[in-house]
């Protein structure tokens, strides 16, 4: 059994230290959002440094989820979420798995994809690649711009070449085409890697809210993180949020702490997805990287 040195353990209290003061500091905002949009106007005011509620009060939820705006807006985000991100596993395994085999034109399909990660079309073009493709104001403009994320693939591609040959040999031995090796062997094999790339593309999806700005002129489809920017960002919770708030309190509850649910409720279903899929999370990155 290896003893550790007096050095060692000082090493690992002071690692230990440092991360904890670290997740503390990350820690902190959600406790401060947590407590504010459960407080009252008057203990907010009198108490900008507190990280419990002194009174509890759901007013600010209330008035968020009484929102038809604000329901819609969550509802479309969850479609451009799951179905973006399957759009997303979809083509880069498919396109990942035909570049890892041998192929013609396969370095010439390579060389495009690698020179999308060093240069980008610009914000200008692909605005009027969208609308002369008829998505502007459509929910898929959100999705089909960013099907395909580069560095995925060529992550993707490495893990598919790791696979040994011998596999691929005995599946066209048994009679096995392309497509039946892909989805029965190669789709198994890289359910890690999926499943952290998934991850990675469904919080791209949910906390994107620029494309939602550019492409979507319609409050109506607003995904709810361009209604977060309009109530948080622009301090217009009335408007974002619509009439249907007011209607239900002669009272609204302040700006802040609509801010604060709102926040709150917009960052809640990705934390309540990521432990799922946390046991896959740090394999699945190393997948692509390691000669297994």
Do not use: C
Request: proline fraction near 6%.
């Amino acid at each position: 059994m290896h003893h550790r040195s007096i050095s060692e353990r000082i090493a690992d209290n002071l690692n230990v230290f440092i991360l904890a003061i670290v997740a503390v500091i990350m820690i902190f905002p959600f406790f401060y959002i947590f407590a504010v949009s459960f407080s009252t106007l008057s203990d907010f005011l009198q108490n900008e440094f507190f990280l419990w509620p002194k009174r509890w009060v759901t007013d600010a939820y209330e008035y968020i989820l009484s929102s038809e705006n604000f329901i819609r807006s969550l509802g479309i985000s969850t479609f451009v979420t799951i179905v973006g991100t399957l759009i997303n596993l979809f083509f880069t395994s498919t396109m990942a798995y035909a570049l890892s085999r041998p192929i013609a034109g396969q370095r010439f399909f390579l060389f495009f994809v690698l020179f999308t990660v060093l240069f980008n079309a610009g914000m200008i073009p692909t605005y009027l690649i969208v609308k002369e493709t008829g998505l502007i104001d459509s929910v898929w403009s959100l999705i089909i711009p960013i099907a395909i994320s580069p560095f995925y693939l060529i992550v993707m591609r490495q893990f598919f070449k790791n696979v040994p040959d011998d596999i691929h040999e005995a599946a066209l031995i048994d009679g096995a085409n392309e497509l039946q090796i892909f989805w029965k062997i190669m789709i198994p094999l890289s359910k890690p890697a999926l499943a952290a790339f998934g991850l990675f593309y469904a919080v791209m999806h949910w906390n994107n809210y620029f494309t939602g700005i550019l492409y979507i002129n319609d409050p109506a489809k607003w995904p709810v993180q361009v209604v977060l920017r309009q109530i948080v960002v622009v301090n217009e919770p009335n408007a974002a949020l619509g009439t249907a708030s007011e209607l239900l309190m002669d009272n609204p509850p302040p700006p802040e702490t609509i801010q604060m649910a709102a926040i709150l409720l917009a960052t809640l279903p990705i934390l309540i997805v990521y432990p799922f899929l946390q046991k896959h999370f740090a394999k699945g990155v190393l997948l692509g990287s390691v000669k297994g």
